[in-house]
């Protein structure tokens, strides 16, 4: 089972006895991102018997299931792995315009600088443009949502213009407030709670990015759009309240 199955879209490897992962592509990339977030709303949409739940990354999306259900099912294949791969291979082929893009566009106000966003200077000095500049450049892109990570409801974001590309701290802080949007290389993200992290933290968005009492926690899924906007303090302080 270490051999990958090929299919027009992606590859199927076996993860483990439980899960299988689809690789779309080896780069970074908006329409692989796409893809990925397409494919999982399909399958979520059209689930087999035992599929439990489905992990998106940058490259690839993860399936995992419950084998003794999958194999109790009507599924053509002698095992496990051969069930879902041939489930997914024929949702692939005979399902591929189902599921229209759910994805949104979501701006994210943010308040840059001053003590909510303490590195924006630093970022500044690194990148050799002006504090406006680098604001503006920021807001300009349009930036998706490549996958959830590192903590529930983290974003990591694609589409940053790459002359903002900037080192992540040489130590990290103890604590990052919610809310911080920073940059670490050619990415940015915003963090949902507080948590130790090492990311330039240029600004700060006093939306709740992450509330487990929400029917959807997390205020940013796989395959959403993002736009961020400045706001002055009175504006984010009058947000805050």
């Known amino acids: 089972m270490s051999i990958p199955h090929t299919e027009q879209e992606f590859k199927i490897y076996a993860l483990n006895e439980q899960a299988v992962t689809l690789v779309f592509g080896h780069e970074i990339h908006g329409t692989t991102a796409s893809k990925i977030s397409n494919f999982g709303r399909l399958l979520n949409s059209k689930p087999f018997m035992g599929f439990t739940n489905s992990v ?57 600088g001053g003590e909510y966003g303490p590195d924006l200077e630093e970022v500044s000095g690194i990148t050799n443009f002006s504090i406006e500049e680098l604001i503006n450049l920021h ?51 915003v963090y949902p709670l507080e948590t130790p992290g090492g990311w330039q933290i240029i600004g700060q968005t006093p939306l709740k990015m992450f509330d487990a009492n929400r029917p959807q926690p997390s205020l940013l899924k796989a395959g959403d759009e993002v736009k961020f906007q400045s706001l002055s303090l009175q504006e984010f302080n009058d947000l805050r309240r």
């Open 56 to 112: 998106p990354a940058y490259t690839t999306l993860s399936i995992f299931y419950d084998v003794l259900r999958v194999m109790k099912s009507d599924l053509p294949g002698e095992n496990g792995f051969d069930k879902v791969s041939n489930y997914l291979k024929s949702l692939k082929s005979n399902n591929q315009n189902d599921v229209s893009d759910a994805s949104k566009l979501i701006t994210l106000p943010v308040y840059y």
């Open 139 to 189: 807001c300009a892109a349009t930036y998706k949502v490549y996958m959830i990570g590192f903590v529930p409801g983290f974003a990591y974001l694609g589409g940053m213009d790459e002359r903002l590309a900037s080192p992540r701290k040489l130590k990290p802080r103890a604590a990052v407030p919610a809310g911080s949007v920073g940059i670490a290389g050619k990415q940015t993200g």
